[in-house]
């Protein structure tokens, strides 16, 4: 009997076995997820520790991408950053998993569309066994390898969401779990702070920067004299610090009267510079409002002016545009630019660091320019000095000698002899005269920082000198327009004409009239004097001619006897090379 009892038990176990196999199958199976979740916590934890080690941004979401995947054993993660600002979108987009080559034949990175935006919209955990089976689901673009399975969370930094984890295909081809999705909301919480505290780094390396910057590029301006040099310091140096793409400088205190003076980061062609209109730009809305303005596209934007359209420039997206600012108020902007390619750069940078920077620059350039006016203004001390010398003393010698030889030539009939005396006294006339105008000429500058104010006392000498107020006309921004490279020669011209008209005129009224276009600079001297031979020799009117030449420019002269003279110097607007 116990035989066939055990033989009637024999093909089937007993109740106490079943019982034990199943609790100690499940104990196993408890026991390995307890080790598999002691496991990721502890990855967790290193993960943590391995993403505080890296304080530069760019580092940190890498590393957060990397070990999302790694802690719940997906083929593919991504981090997408939210566009800053009302925007909806994605800014960055920081992916893991995809070989390059793949990511290459994709083409453009997702921008936040379609399951990607779920997240965005309702920024809270999302759990999907099929990402295409989703009503919003946008699809995969070409060459996209298939993705399924499929598990969100949000980064929050405080209140305030940051971006979004992407975590795709499973490993084994399951869906994420439950604990999948503990594990990536702790570490979504742990990398918020870890990016908070980037962040915060990065944003106090950037002022230092900046602070850097300013220091050197003050220091570096004491010791600079030429105003077009100073420029391209402060527009090299802006570039440089800001990660910008290209830089330049627009200088100008009336928002009509503007004037593209240097550029840093692309090819320079000043013809095609100088044929922007600045009317109505960025520009000219900063220089008249004092405020920065930037703009994420410059070509989208109706306010704005693109620069792109220039040969050899790249095609620029976001611009920033910072007024430089001194005591007597804005005398230009500094605008910085970035490719659409390199737009992340522009939105690190908070305007107030190169409005900061524009505005030391500014003064910087302010002390430079009142330290050379001083140097000037001694050395036009000076020239007074020995103007007055020359004419209270020099002349007046030399005028008394030639008084002296022709008393002696009146008292002699040497036919030899006379002529001689004759001659030196011609030769010590001439002389007279040309110390004369050299004494007139010392007050041109050979670099006026101000040739509005220079023209005007040049005139006002002329007229002290013809016994006359000669009319003077000035039309266009001449302060701004006038290259530096012709101040001297318009200057020098000028007071050549003037001169002229001093000594042969005998002019009763005197009229200078200099304009200034987009195209050229001109000087005009018209008198209702006596008029002029054209066709004797004129030393004044060839060296007016050869100054015009220099700069691209031509002396146009109009005159007869009896019937007045008109002179006019014209010279083009824009730099050109100079004749050897």
Same mark, same amino acid.
């Given at each position: 009997?116990?035989?066939?009892?055990?033989?009637?038990?024999?093909?089937?176990?007993?109740?106490?076995?079943?019982?034990?196999?199943?609790?100690?199958?499940?104990?196993?199976?408890?026991?390995?997820?307890?080790?598999?979740?002691?496991?990721?916590?502890?990855?967790?934890?290193?993960?943590?520790?391995?993403? /505080?080690?890296?304080?530069?941004?760019?580092?940190?979401?890498?590393?957060?991408?990397?070990?999302?995947?790694?802690?719940?054993?997906?083929? *593919?993660?991504?981090?997408?950053?939210?566009?800053?600002?009302?925007?909806?979108?994605?800014?960055?987009?920081?992916?893991?998993?995809?070989?390059?080559?793949?990511? !290459?034949?994709?083409?453009?990175?997702?921008?936040?569309?379609?399951?990607?935006?779920?997240?965005?919209?309702?920024?809270?955990?999302?759990?999907?066994?099929?990402?295409?089976?989703?009503?919003?689901? *946008?699809?995969?673009?070409?060459?996209?390898?298939?993705?399924?399975?499929?598990?969100?969370?949000?980064?929050?930094?405080?209140?305030?969401?940051?971006?979004?984890?992407?975590?795709?295909?499973?490993?084994?081809?399951?869906?994420?779990?439950?604990?999948?999705?503990?594990?990536?909301?702790?570490?979504?919480?742990?990398?918020?702070?870890?990016?908070?505290?980037?962040?915060? *780094?990065?944003?106090?390396?950037?002022?230092?920067?900046?602070?850097?910057?300013?220091?050197? !590029?003050?220091?570096?301006?004491?010791?600079? #004299?030429?105003?077009?040099?100073?420029?391209?310091?402060?527009?090299?140096?802006?570039?440089?610090?800001?990660?910008?793409?290209?830089?330049?400088?627009?200088?100008?205190?009336?928002?009509?009267?503007?004037?593209?003076?240097?550029?840093?980061?692309?090819?320079?062609?000043?013809?095609?510079?100088?044929?922007?209109?600045?009317?109505?730009?960025?520009?000219?809305?900063?220089?008249?409002?004092?405020?920065?303005?930037?703009?994420?596209?410059?070509?989208?934007?109706?306010?704005?002016?693109?620069?792109? #359209?220039?040969?050899?420039?790249?095609?620029?997206?976001?611009?920033?545009?910072?007024?430089?600012?001194?005591?007597?108020?804005?005398?230009?902007?500094?605008?910085?630019?970035?490719?659409?390619?390199?737009?992340?750069?522009?939105?690190?940078?908070?305007?107030?660091?190169?409005? #900061?920077?524009?505005?030391?620059?500014?003064?910087?350039?302010?002390?430079?320019? #009142?330290?050379?006016?001083?140097?000037?203004?001694?050395?036009?001390?000076?020239?007074?000095?020995?103007?007055?010398?020359?004419?209270?003393?020099?002349?007046?010698?030399?005028?008394?000698?030639?008084?002296?030889?022709?008393?002696?030539?009146?008292? !002699?009939?040497?036919?030899?002899?006379?002529?001689?005396?004759?001659?030196?006294?011609?030769?010590?006339?001439?002389?007279?005269?040309?110390?004369?105008?050299?004494?007139?000429?010392?007050?041109?500058?050979?670099?006026?920082?101000?040739?509005?104010?220079?023209?005007?006392?040049?005139?006002?000498? /002329?007229?002290?000198?013809?016994?006359?107020?000669?009319?003077?006309?000035?039309?266009?921004?001449?302060?701004?327009?006038?290259?530096?490279?012709?101040?001297?020669?318009?200057?020098?011209?000028?007071?050549?004409?003037?001169?002229?008209?001093?000594?042969?005129?005998?002019?009763?009224?005197?009229?200078?009239?200099?304009?200034?276009?987009?195209?050229?600079?001109?000087?005009?001297?018209?008198?209702?004097?006596?008029?002029?031979?054209?066709?004797?020799?004129?030393?004044?009117?060839?060296?007016?001619?050869?100054?015009?030449?220099?700069?691209?420019?031509?002396?146009?002269?109009?005159?007869?006897?009896?019937?007045? !003279?008109?002179?006019?110097?014209?010279?083009?607007?824009?730099?050109?090379?100079?004749?050897?």
């Amino acid at each position: 009997m116990e035989h066939g009892e055990h033989g009637q038990h024999g093909d089937e176990p007993a109740l106490g076995a079943v019982a034990f196999d199943d609790l100690l199958r499940e104990v196993l199976a408890r026991m390995d997820g307890a080790l598999d979740q002691q496991a990721r916590l502890r990855l967790l934890l290193d993960a943590v520790v391995t993403m /505080a080690g890296d304080l530069t941004l760019d580092g940190v979401l890498a590393r957060i991408v990397a070990v999302a995947g790694q802690l719940v054993d997906a083929q *593919y993660a991504a981090l997408g950053v939210l566009a800053s600002g009302t925007g909806r979108g994605l800014r960055t987009f920081v992916h893991h998993g995809m070989a390059t080559e793949v990511v !290459t034949r994709i083409g453009e990175l997702p921008t936040g569309h379609g399951l990607l935006g779920l997240l965005i919209d309702d920024p809270r955990p999302i759990r999907l066994h099929d990402i295409a089976a989703h009503p919003v689901s *946008y699809g995969f673009p070409a060459n996209h390898p298939p993705m399924r399975s499929f598990l969100g969370v949000p980064i929050r930094i405080r209140d305030k969401v940051f971006g979004n984890l992407y975590l795709t295909e499973k490993a084994g081809g399951g869906d994420f779990t439950d604990i999948d999705q503990e594990v990536v909301v702790a570490l979504a919480a742990a990398a918020g702070v870890v990016i908070e505290n980037a962040t915060l *780094y990065e944003e106090a390396e950037h002022r230092q920067a900046w602070l850097t910057a300013t220091a050197e !590029t003050v220091a570096l301006l004491a010791g600079e #004299s030429e105003a077009e040099h100073a420029l391209q310091a402060v527009a090299d140096r802006a570039r440089a610090v800001s990660g910008a793409d290209v830089s330049w400088v627009v200088t100008g205190s009336d928002g009509a009267a503007l004037r593209l003076e240097v550029v840093s980061g692309a090819p320079v062609d000043l013809d095609a510079m100088q044929r922007l209109r600045m009317e109505d730009s960025l520009a000219s809305l900063v220089v008249r409002s004092g405020e920065a303005v930037a703009v994420e596209d410059v070509a989208a934007d109706a306010r704005a002016v693109d620069p792109s #359209s220039i040969d050899g420039w790249p095609r620029l997206g976001p611009v920033m545009v910072v007024p430089l600012r001194s005591g007597r108020g804005v005398e230009g902007v500094l605008s910085l630019a970035w490719t659409k390619a390199n737009a992340e750069g522009f939105r690190r940078v908070d305007p107030a660091l190169p409005a #900061s920077f524009a505005e030391q620059a500014t003064l910087a350039l302010q002390v430079a320019r #009142s330290r050379t006016d001083q140097a000037r203004l001694i050395v036009f001390e000076d020239r007074d000095r020995i103007g007055q010398d020359l004419h209270d003393l020099v002349i007046q010698r030399l005028f008394a000698v030639g008084l002296g030889l022709q008393s002696v030539a009146n008292m !002699t009939r040497d036919p030899q002899v006379t002529p001689r005396l004759e001659q030196a006294i011609d030769d010590l006339d001439g002389t007279i005269k040309d110390i004369r105008r050299t004494i007139f000429s010392l007050g041109a500058m050979e670099q006026a920082s101000d040739v509005q104010s220079e023209i005007e006392r040049l005139v006002d000498r /002329a007229g002290a000198t013809m016994k006359l107020r000669p009319r003077l006309t000035i039309d266009g921004p001449l302060r701004t327009a006038v290259a530096p490279a012709v101040v001297p020669d318009l200057l020098a011209v000028l007071g050549e004409a003037l001169t002229n008209v001093t000594r042969h005129a005998r002019a009763g009224t005197v009229h200078v009239h200099v304009r200034v276009d987009a195209s050229c600079v001109s000087v005009r001297v018209a008198d209702d004097g006596q008029g002029m031979d054209l066709d004797a020799p004129q030393s004044g009117l060839d060296n007016m001619r050869k100054r015009a030449i220099k700069h691209g420019g031509d002396v146009e002269v109009e005159s007869a006897p009896g019937s007045g !003279t008109t002179v006019t110097w014209t010279v083009p607007s824009t730099p050109h090379a100079e004749t050897p």
